[in-house]
């Protein structure tokens, strides 16, 4: 049973555009954590949210926690070519010991 | 620069062979992950180690054991490789926090094929 389910899997737009990747859950978490992941690279962290209904920023990158912190969005305003890669998101709460759990991640795809 | 690093990135081996994946990290993090990433799958967790000797089942340790005799280094091993075993395969590490999990520090990745 999958418990962070992201959508869209995949996003393939063009340069200029503004785009929201959803990560959602039933369950509770007491953190969510975002990656992006390019090529033949591991993942790296872009940002962590911790409380409930937190928005945090991140040059044209906007990331925010529901208020009942089972769900989170990341905003990209005004995509770039280096924009392209996976995101992942990872939450972390009791009924995961204490363990991140990752979604499937978003492919996505910035066309100049 | 903090860094974790994986011994080999392209591997392929065939089916019944053992199969050793290393990682190390200079960081002198506590914690040590190894993770198979498929596509439409994300990350799903095999092992994990909090210390030196000490290690745990993640959610899919099946077909694979791990070993960590010093606090830089662990190793994943596959006993006899199978194809269903064919994926990328990320190592991490993160310090030791209280409360919610601190940032991973992944490696570059191992991508093993088995025929």
């Known amino acids: 049973t999958q418990l962070l389910e992201q959508s869209p899997q995949f996003l393939s737009i063009q340069e200029g555009e503004n785009l929201t990747v959803y990560c959602n859950s039933s369950?509770?978490?007491?953190?969510l954590q975002w990656y992006r992941q390019e090529p033949g690279e591991g993942p790296v962290l872009l940002v962590t949210v911790v409380t409930g209904g937190e928005v945090k920023k991140l040059k044209r990158l906007t990331f925010q926690f529901g208020d009942a912190r089972k769900d989170s969005s990341l905003h990209i305003t005004a995509a770039q070519t280096g924009d392209t890669g996976l995101y992942l998101c990872a939450g972390a709460g009791r009924r995961q010991g204490g363990k991140l759990i990752f979604g499937q991640g978003t492919e996505l795809s910035v066309k100049p | 620069d903090v860094k974790v690093t994986q011994s080999s990135r392209y591997l392929v081996k065939r089916t019944g062979e053992k199969v050793f994946l290393e990682c190390v990290q200079d960081?002198?993090?506590?914690?040590m992950f190894w993770y198979r990433q498929d596509p439409g799958l994300g990350l799903r967790l095999i092992y994990f180690s909090y210390d030196v000797k000490m290690k745990e089942k993640g959610d899919i340790p099946e077909g694979y054991s791990v070993s960590r005799e010093k606090k830089e280094r662990f190793s994943l091993i596959l006993e006899s490789a199978s194809t269903n075993q064919t994926s990328m395969y990320l190592c991490?590490?993160?310090?030791?926090?209280?409360?919610?999990?601190?940032?991973?520090?992944f490696g570059e990745g191992s991508r093993l094929t088995v025929l």
């Open positions: 991490a590490s993160s310090l030791l926090t209280s409360g919610s999990p601190g940032e991973l520090f």
């Open positions: 369950s509770v978490f007491s953190s």
């Open positions: 960081m002198d993090h506590e914690n």
